[in-house]
T-cell receptor, first 115, second 112 residues
Framework: KQEVTQIPAALSVPEGENLVLNCSFTDSAIYNLQWFRQDPGKGLTSLLLIQSSQREQTSGRLNASLDKSSGRSTLYIAASQPGDSATYLCAVRLRDSNSGYALNFGKGTSLLVTP | DGGITQSPKYLFRKEGQNVTLSCEQN?????MYWYRQDPGQGLRLIYY???????QKGDIAEGYSVSREKKESFPLTVTSAQKNPTAFYLCASNLLDGSPLHFGNGTRLTVT
């Protein structure tokens, strides 16, 4: 079974810092990888989707990279703002998943950006 | 605007009662999913459906049931057989091509 790990579990940074969130997975035969943001008590908002054939995706101040061979993905947040405070989750879909198109999730990194 | 609507937002039930959580989407997505989220744990898949009138068990299906009578709707019933039903339940959907997964805002179920 695909195991998805996110490190660190929690992170606190001052406003303006660039930061990196890490995600690792045990099975490199993935179909795609998706990063989400979750605010307290809310559902998940999709940030970036990287297909297995891609190395990175960018959206505004966010950049996600994928290295299948090492089983790693990183989410880079540039010039962090207090509004970026949330939990960030990484999820992968296996190429031969027995769960259709469902995703396997990490436990998330809780980010706090202080003014 | 297209999206996924989960209702109610909060639900309280007594132990031993069955309860049904609603999930409706107007995104014309083929696949729908139910996940459960507990503090300190990742999301765990309960059930999923890729087509009307068909659904499959996920990793933690025991004590739950679903139906998919319409493409737009995928209700989840939490039965009295579920040992620890108190949790945050999330419904999601996407197209069958593995496109991004979209989530509703969740239902927080408390069973006492």
């Amino acid at each position: 079974k695909q195991e998805v790990t996110q490190i660190p579990a929690a992170l606190s940074v001052p406003e303006g810092e660039n930061l990196v969130l890490n995600c690792s997975f045990t099975d490199s035969a993935i179909y795609n990888l998706q990063w989400f943001r979750q605010d307290p008590g809310k559902g998940l908002t999709s940030l970036l989707l990287i297909q297995s054939s891609q190395r990175e995706q960018t959206s505004g101040r966010l950049n996600a990279s994928l290295d299948k061979s090492s089983g790693r993905s990183t989410l880079y947040i540039a010039a962090s703002q207090p509004g970026d405070s949330a939990t960030y989750l990484c999820a992968v879909r296996l190429r031969d998943s027995n769960s259709g198109y469902a995703l396997n999730f990490g436990k998330g990194t809780s980010l706090l950006v202080t003014p | 605007d297209g999206g996924i609507t989960q209702s109610p937002k909060y639900l309280f039930r007594k132990e031993g009662q069955n309860v049904t959580l609603s999930c409706e989407q107007n995104l014309n997505h083929d696949a729908m999913y139910w996940y459960r989220q507990d503090p300190g744990q990742g999301l765990r898949l309960i059930y999923y459906s890729q087509i009307v009138n068909d659904f499959q068990k996920g990793d933690i299906a025991e004590g739950y049931s679903v139906s998919r009578e319409k493409k737009e709707s995928f209700p989840l019933t939490v039965t009295s057989a579920q040992k620890n039903p108190t949790a945050f339940y999330l419904c999601a959907s996407n197209l069958l091509d593995g496109s991004p997964l979209h989530f509703g805002n969740g239902t927080r179920l408390t069973v006492t």
